[in-house]
């Protein structure tokens, strides 16, 4: 009787624990974020995230490319958009620096 109890509870633990993790929202969309990095230089970060909102948030902190192809950390987000769809930066010069990186 004790190992049918048994039985039973893992296999609910497992039907819960796989239901739970079938909630979680996975990120779905990819960014392009200008941002500006710690010593002050313009550069990109891309990431993935469920909305633009969150990728604004997501990017402070997160590896950058900059304008000089150096590499920076993000201190602060400018703008980001979607990187599919046509969407682009309002900054003209840093669009056109975008559209020349492989991406």
Not at 49 to 57: G, I
Not at 70 to 90: L, W, Y
């Amino acid at each position: 009787m004790l190992k049918i109890k048994s039985m039973l509870l893992f296999i609910l633990s497992m039907v819960v624990c796989a239901g739970a993790s079938g909630e979680r929202q996975w990120p779905e969309k990819v960014f392009a974020c200008q941002v500006v990095t710690g010593a002050g230089a313009q550069g990109l970060v891309n990431l993935q995230s469920v909305s633009q909102q969150e990728a604004e948030s997501g990017a402070v902190g997160l590896p950058a490319i900059t304008l000089a192809q150096n590499k920076g950390v993000a201190a602060r987000v400018v703008q980001c958009i979607e990187a599919t769809g046509g969407h682009t930066f309002t900054d003209s010069s840093f669009q056109a620096w975008y559209e020349k990186l492989d991406n």
